[in-house]
C-alpha cells in the first residue's frame, strides 16, 4: 500500500452515464493529481491542485470534472464519456513547493467506456 | 513546457546481464529527476530519485546519472533477475509543478 487508496478499481460506463472517480490520501500531502494512462500517451498529466486549488488543467475536455474538497480527498467526475477516454486513471500525491518530492501513486481505475 | 523523452521503449536482457535505460529533459529549470516501476495491475512506485545538484546515487543494484549540461540522465540495472521485469518511467520535475513521465521502458528480463 502506498497511502493513496482509488475507488472503484474497474468501471465500465456506458457513453451517457455520469459516474465518480475517488481518490483518498492518508499521507499528509499537499498536493494532488490525476493522471491518465492509455496504450497511446502512458502517465498524462490532466489536473494538479495544491493545497485545493486547482493549478493546473492540462487541455483535459469539459466532460472530465474535477473536484478537491480537501487536501485529503480528489474526485474525478465524468459525463458523457467516448471509447477513446478508456484508460487507466492515476491518482498521485505529493508535498509540493519544496524543490520536488516523491509522488505516490494509487492503483488505478480502469475505465471503459461502451 | 516540460518534454521527457525516453530510450528504448523496449528492452530484453538475460538474467544477471545490465540494462540501462535513457530520458533527455527540455527545461533546464528541472530539478528533481525520479524513475518509477510499474507492474502489471499497480500503480506506478519509485526506485530511485537524483536532484540537479548530484551526479550520480546508487542503491544497490539501481543507479542513476544526471548530466545537466546535457540535459539527460540515465537508469542503470546491475545483475537483473526475473522480478526486474516491468514498465520503467524516468520523469522531471520543477519546484512547485507536476511531474512530467516519458513514454516508459518495456524492460523484460529472461532466466
Known amino acids: 500500500e502506498t497511502g493513496v487508496t482509488q475507488t472503484p478499481r474497474h468501471l465500465v460506463m456506458g457513453m451517457t452515464n455520469k459516474k465518480s472517480l475517488k481518490c483518498e490520501q492518508h499521507?499528509?500531502?499537499?498536493?494532488m493529481y490525476w493522471y491518465k494512462q492509455s496504450a497511446k500517451k502512458p502517465l498524462e498529466l490532466m489536473f494538479v491542485?495544491?493545497?485545493?486549488?486547482?493549478?493546473e488543467n492540462n487541455s483535459v475536455p469539459s466532460r472530465f470534472s474535477p473536484e478537491c474538497p480537501n487536501s485529503s480527498h480528489l474526485f474525478l467526475h465524468l459525463h458523457t464519456l467516448q471509447p477513446e477516454d478508456s484508460a487507466l486513471y492515476l491518482c498521485?500525491?505529493?508535498?509540493?513547493?519544496?524543490?520536488?518530492?516523491?509522488?505516490?501513486f494509487g492503483q488505478g481505475t480502469r475505465l471503459t467506456v461502451v | 513546457g516540460e518534454n521527457v523523452e525516453q530510450h528504448p521503449s523496449t528492452l530484453s536482457v538475460q538474467e544477471g546481464d545490465s540494462a540501462v535505460i535513457k530520458c533527455t529533459y527540455s527545461?533546464?529549470?528541472?530539478?528533481?529527476f525520479p524513475w518509477y516501476k510499474q507492474e502489471l495491475g499497480k500503480g506506478p512506485q519509485l526506485i530511485i530519485d537524483?536532484?540537479?545538484?548530484?551526479g550520480e546515487k546508487k542503491d544497490q543494484r539501481i543507479a542513476v546519472t544526471l548530466n545537466k549540461t546535457a540535459k539527460h540522465f540515465s537508469l542503470h540495472i546491475t545483475e537483473t533477475q526475473p522480478e526486474d521485469s516491468a514498465v520503467y518511467f524516468c520523469?522531471?520535475?520543477?519546484?512547485?509543478?507536476?511531474?512530467?513521465f516519458g513514454k516508459g521502458t518495456t524492460l523484460s528480463v529472461s532466466s
Open positions: 498521485a500525491s505529493s508535498q509540493a513547493g519544496t524543490g520536488g518530492t516523491e509522488a505516490f
Open positions: 499521507l499528509g500531502h499537499n498536493a
Open positions: 491542485y495544491n493545497f485545493k486549488e486547482q493549478t
Open positions: 527545461d533546464s529549470a528541472s530539478n528533481y
Open positions: 537524483i536532484r540537479s545538484n548530484v
Open positions: 520523469a522531471a520535475i520543477q519546484a512547485g509543478t507536476a511531474l512530467i
